[in-house]
């Protein structure tokens, strides 16, 4: 079973940047579809990114532009670099692996593997 750490989240102005790292470990397959996905108190879950095993990328609509996703350099965790902040983008950021089935922003919140989350907040 693969464990997800999520790290770097905080309480910035809006125009700020956060740059979120997901440390994974156990049984990583090379199949799976890594990404990130939010959720504001109350609010239902919503997708934010992903990026599959051949290195493609998806985003929620409100995010393009602004949110990168990434391997770091040494590809040892999934990074989320966050431009541009706004305030609805306030919200428990969690890192989500996802085998099977189309890899995208909207798929990753249907992850059965998630870490504990890190939270962001723009004021």
């Known amino acids: 079973h693969v464990q997800l750490v999520e790290s770097g989240g905080g309480s910035v102005q809006a125009g700020g940047s956060l740059r979120l790292s997901c440390a994974a470990s156990?049984?990583?397959?090379?199949?799976?579809?890594m990404g990130w996905f939010r959720q504001a108190p109350g609010q239902m879950r919503e997708g934010v990114a992903s990026?599959?095993?051949?290195?493609?990328?998806d985003y929620l609509d409100s995010v393009k532009g602004r949110f990168i996703i990434s391997k770091d350099d040494t590809k040892t965790a999934l990074i989320l670099q966050m431009n541009n902040l706004k305030p609805e983008d306030t919200g428990m950021y969690y890192c989500?692996?996802?085998?099977?089935?189309?890899?995208?922003?909207?798929?990753?919140?249907?992850?059965?593997?998630w870490g504990q989350g890190t939270q962001v907040t723009v004021s």
């Open positions: 989500a692996a996802l085998s099977g089935g189309h890899c995208s922003a909207d798929a990753v919140v249907d992850s059965g593997n």
């Open positions: 156990g049984r990583v397959y090379s199949s799976y579809c």
């Open positions: 990026l599959d095993a051949d290195g493609v990328t």
